[in-house]
């Protein structure tokens, strides 16, 4: 049997689509050790030196354009298409170069982490091409104004795929003709919350909240107004600039303020997702892997608005229906004026749906399956 391998194409929008594929891949390792597995992206490599169980290898390329983040909470929808047109421009090149390359290295199986480029590659080389996600570019696009011309050529490229893994909270894949849905692929903490909390020196009788927004960071929250909330540990990390900290908090706690140094948490053993499980609310804006994250994790969230994207209505529907989760405002956030939020969401009874969370092994089996189709594989 020779070495089978599977390329991903992972957009670089944020760290959700990077995160999600990682479960994907340590579920395929944990079946299936002799897997080569190329991982094509913009994403930074650090995401999965950090969590990926087994050996990768990982190529930074440019898969797509995504959504132009101004930060967490404001996008430029101009810039946004103006970026796509300009990419889509030189497409057919970029797909050749990939075309080349999968036949090089003796692809067998093509995963897209929603980039287009992986769909259009991996159908123009003949190799079987599975879209995976919880939405699709064309979707996106189709939210903002004079996109008609781009969005049908996305589509008409997602049409070429074998089919889709689609995640729960979706949109899009119109385009695509056979479909299976999957459970929640989402990080699963393996740790108690003491045992974290212990672990990265938290308070363990604090009511503890996470503030979390991702690569493209926030600024501008009232620091100083934050380290005065009562009866709650706030944890800032990266994703909070640190410039405008109250007095002493650099060096440790102040007040109700808690740095949150994520290079010593991955460096003593605690993943992400712990961290999750250890506190009692993550604020955030909403995205699919922070909703599943908590989800997975049983853990609440508290969420704020993020600008003129067509799946924030997506996940803000869905959300209710299965953790605690409660919406603040703008001004609210920016001003520290959390406490009241916070009591109402960790007020709220448990969901009373459970959705599954393996997606990842479904997945993994799912495309293991189609591997096997393959002769020598």
């Known amino acids: 049997m ?12 944020g760290f959700g689509h990077a995160s999600r594929v990682i479960e994907v891949i340590n579920a395929l390792l944990a079946r299936r050790a002799d897997l080569r597995l190329i991982i ?14 087994g050996r990768v290898e990982y190529h930074q390329v440019e ?23 300009e990419f889509m421009a030189t497409f057919d090149a970029r797909v050749a170069a990939e ?39 064309d979707w996106i696009y189709s939210r903002y104004a004079g996109t008609a011309a781009l969005v049908g050529e996305l589509s008409t490229i997602y049409a070429r795929a074998d089919g889709a893994l689609r995640l729960p909270m979706h949109g899009g894949f119109d385009a695509i003709a056979e479909i299976t849905d999957l459970p929640f692929v989402a990080r699963r903490s393996q740790r108690d919350a003491e045992t974290t909390r212990r672990m990265l020196g938290l308070p363990l009788a604090d009511r503890l909240v996470l503030v979390s927004f991702g690569g493209y960071g926030l600024d501008g929250l009232d620091l100083d107004a934050l380290s005065r909330l009562e009866h709650y540990t706030v944890l800032v990390s990266g994703s909070v600039p640190l410039g405008n900290l109250p ?11 808690m740095p949150c140094d994520e290079s010593s948490m991955y460096a003593a053993g605690v ?19 922070i909703i599943a994250e908590c989800l997975a994790n049983d853990t609440a969230l508290l969420y704020t608005s993020r600008g003129d994207f067509i799946e924030y209505p997506v996940l803000v529907d869905a959300m209710p229906r299965f953790l605690r989760a409660g919406f603040i405002d703008h001004p609210d956030l920016f001003a520290g004026r959390w406490r009241a939020h916070l009591d109402a969401v960790l007020a709220q009874p448990e ?14 089996a799912l495309l293991l399956g189609i591997l096997s189709e393959r002769p020598g594989h």
């Open 63 to 85: 898969t797509d354009t995504g959504v132009v983040q101004i930060d967490s909470l404001h996008l430029d929808a101009a810039e946004t298409v103006r970026r796509a047109r």
């Open 351 to 364: 969901p009373l749906e459970r959705p599954a969370v393996n997606g990842a092994e479904v997945a993994a």
């Open 99 to 137: 075309v080349d390359f999968l036949r090089l290295e003796n692809v067998s199986l093509v995963v897209s982490d929603a980039p287009p480029l992986g769909v259009a590659a991996g159908a123009a080389a003949g190799v079987p091409t599975i879209v995976l996600g919880n939405f699709t570019w």
């Open 271 to 289: 993943r992400y997702e712990d961290l999750v499980k250890a506190v009692d609310v993550v604020v955030t804006k909403p995205g699919y892997g």
């Open 2 to 13: 020779s070495v089978s391998t599977i390329v991903f194409y992972v957009s670089g929008h």
């Open 247 to 257: 007095e002493g908090l650099r060096g440790g706690r102040r007040g109700s303020l």
């Open 40 to 53: 094509r992206t913009p994403a930074p490599r650090w995401l999965f030196d950090l969590t990926v169980t």
